[in-house]
């Protein structure tokens, strides 16, 4: 429907959109109708009217968008730092060094850069221990090294490979809050450079084959490590994203196969630059090592000497996130997304069911099973509250056209390629899924669209899930499996929310979905959690100018929603510059941990400790209430 059309209608059902506006009951629609004196303002003073008292869920008052260089939260609320970038995890370990001539054999024992995705993994049998696997996306060069420029040295590469990649660390409940524990013997980086086993089908492959590694089974290092999954048998899983930035090619005119070129590597590296001082990332030097990256690395955090697997049946692209589920008959499911303009969803089912009396016995689980791509139908075109149906593909080698004829000789070929062979079998281009999410209540599965702002151009179609041309705020998918089972082929789908500006643009599709407010609008949803009541937590990294297309939205933030009604209440704002990312919860609900990535990314930020002078630093932050109660509650 064209706005125009949207725009016409009239009357009180269109104008709120009763049918469509699943967050608003009758009722409640008659409370506010009244307590406005029957005089509709704005869809939006309404709608924001409505919410207030809409959600039993949500029991907390919402927040105003803020532009301060510090953590905003609702009345009650309070926050402070568990970890920042830089902090020895060792008793004695090397302290930050904020001047950024720190070495990189101190970085390798602090705690990473950028954190990212997190899980809590509570120590059995102690109910105040828990190990935290956090994730430490990339780095900033221009905290990361005294000359604030790209690495100069070979010694400046180790430095950054070191600040990449997982810290797994011990956190303790003590005077009544959760606290890192300095010294634990669980405390762990794994970074760009530590010893890391491929598994599953593509382990061996000559294409994973380098001159250090003649078997293709033994890699070093996982970096641009992005969001996270944690496996009902206790071990994390890993996502590595923007892999094909970090490779680059002495020879300027190198040309790229197709599989180089789908994944987006290119001859100058994209300003990370490692390969002009380690050859392991220079493609005209080692041109398979860029296919050793890019998988979900499985990491058994209560085991500090273990090897972590990439586990290569769960496809190479630029992974964000991995959210577990179980099917009907007890088999594995990780959801995935893969964060690039037009590329797919996807979903890997185990062969073999989970043991959940023996942890061990599921170590290679992720090895064995199919990987299908989703694709959607067109939906039913409602600009408000779009809904269609979509299926599962397999991609395995010999079926749908993957095979020979469409240039995959093996199973293998296929999981290394997996864009390429998604593309075969037509996937739905995507405008970049990020986070997946599975609720708790009713398994329905929630995917973050970030934005797209090609969409409508380079062969991507306008609809379905990715109903906006150029689209520039995002929105959330959801799907729920045919039969509630997550082994299903089908799945019928609905969008969440539509992110908007409506105090720019009146209507949809760029005033948002009638679930956006002017009070509680924000653009590229990208992280998300649940908690155990099923309120979905939603994470943005967005368009922080606060003007223009984005005006009235404010710095990164982190909002909350009641599945069912749809509202949506912000709860925090983060620090100039900052990406709000990763999420975990206690085990009882009463404390929130929250991610503070790349603060001051482009300066003007001093977060947390406000240092005069003081560099920003990235930091998981501890969110309590006052009164100790259940955090949204
Ligand atoms: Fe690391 Fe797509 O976010
Ligand atoms: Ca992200
Ligand atoms: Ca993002």
């Not at 009217?49 to 039993?56: C, H, I, L, M």
């Not at 073999?352 to 992720?366: E, F, Q, T, V, Y």
């Not at 020979?404 to 593309?423: D, K, N, P, Y």
Request: aromatic share 8%; proline share 5%.
């Amino acid at each position: 429907m064209s706005l125009l059309e949207e725009n016409q209608s009239t009357d009180l059902e269109q104008m709120v959109g009763l049918s469509r506006r699943r967050f608003i009951s009758a009722g409640a629609l008659c409370g506010a109708a009244m307590f406005l004196g029957g005089n509709l303002l704005s869809r939006s003073a309404l709608a924001a009217g409505v919410s207030e008292a809409s959600s039993k869920l949500l029991g907390f008052a919402s927040i105003p968008a803020a532009t301060a260089d510090s953590i905003s939260l609702p009345p009650g609320y309070k926050s402070s730092v568990l970890i920042s970038w830089g902090q020895p995890l060792q008793a004695g370990g090397p302290a930050f060094d904020p001047s950024g001539k720190g070495s990189a054999e101190a970085q390798e024992v602090q705690f990473g850069d950028n954190n990212d995705g997190m899980s809590l993994f509570p120590m059995p049998g102690d109910g105040n221990r828990a190990l935290m696997a956090i994730n430490n996306e990339y780095t900033n060069y221009r905290y990361l090294f005294d000359h604030g420029q790209a690495p100069q040295s070979a010694e400046d590469v180790r430095k950054a490979l070191a600040s990449e990649g997982v810290s797994v660390i011990e956190v303790q409940h003590k005077n009544g809050q959760w606290q890192f524990v300095q010294g634990s013997k669980y405390n762990r980086r794994i970074h760009g450079n530590t010893p890391i086993r491929l598994g599953g089908p593509a382990a061996g492959h000559d294409w994973l084959k380098t001159a250090a590694d003649a078997t293709g089974t033994k890699v070093l290092g996982t970096f641009q490590n992005c969001a996270n999954g944690m496996t009902p048998w206790g071990t994390y899983l890993t996502c590595e994203e923007n892999f094909t930035d970090c490779f680059g090619s002495s020879n300027a005119e190198q040309k790229f196969d197709a599989g180089i070129k789908r994944y987006g590597a290119v001859v100058a590296s994209k300003e990370i630059n490692w390969h002009q001082h380690d050859e392991r990332f220079d493609l005209a030097k080692n041109p398979n090592e860029i296919n050793r990256h890019g998988w979900v690395v499985e990491i058994d955090p209560f085991d500090p000497q273990s090897t972590p697997v990439k586990r290569t049946a769960l496809g190479r692209f630029k992974h964000e996130n991995a959210a577990l589920t179980e099917t009907k008959d007890g088999r594995a499911v990780v959801y995935m997304g893969d964060d690039e303009r037009g590329e797919f969803i996807y979903k890997f089912i185990s062969r073999d069911k989970i043991n959940h009396k023996n942890a061990k016995a599921n170590r290679d689980l992720l090895d064995h099973g199919t990987l299908y791509v989703a694709r959607f139908d067109g939906g039913d075109s409602n600009p408000d509250h779009p809904k269609g149906k979509g299926e599962w593909v397999e991609l395995s080698h010999g079926k749908h056209g993957i095979d020979a004829s469409s240039g995959f000789a093996s199973q293998a070929e296929v999981l290394i390629h997996a864009r390429l062979a998604a593309s075969v079998i037509k996937a739905t281009r995507m405008d970049r899924p990020e986070w997946i999410v599975v609720s708790p209540k009713d398994g329905k599965v929630y995917c973050t669209l970030t934005n797209n702002v090609k969409r409508g151009d380079d062969g991507q179609p306008v609809g379905g899930p990715n109903p906006r041309a150029k689209n520039q705020y995002g929105q959330i998918l959801r799907w729920q499996e045919s039969g509630d089972d997550a082994a299903a082929m089908s799945f019928a789908w609905d969008l969440f929310v539509v992110a908007g500006n409506p105090s720019v643009h009146a209507g949809t599709p760029q005033g948002g979905s009638s679930n956006i407010t002017p009070q509680h609008m924000f653009n590229s949803p990208d992280g998300l959690g649940f908690d155990k009541a099923g309120r979905l937590w939603i994470l943005t990294d967005g368009d922080m100018s606060n003007a223009g297309d984005f005006a009235g939205m404010g710095n990164n933030q982190m909002l909350c929603a009641d599945p069912h009604s749809g509202e949506i209440r912000r709860f925090m704002v983060g620090p100039i510059g900052c990406e709000v990312t990763g999420i975990s919860f206690s085990p009882d609900q009463r404390t929130l941990f929250v991610g503070i990535q790349h603060p001051g990314e482009n300066g003007g930020s001093t977060f947390p400790e406000h240092l005069p002078n003081g560099k920003p630093r990235s930091s998981v932050m501890v969110i309590s209430r006052e009164d100790g109660g259940i955090v949204g509650a």
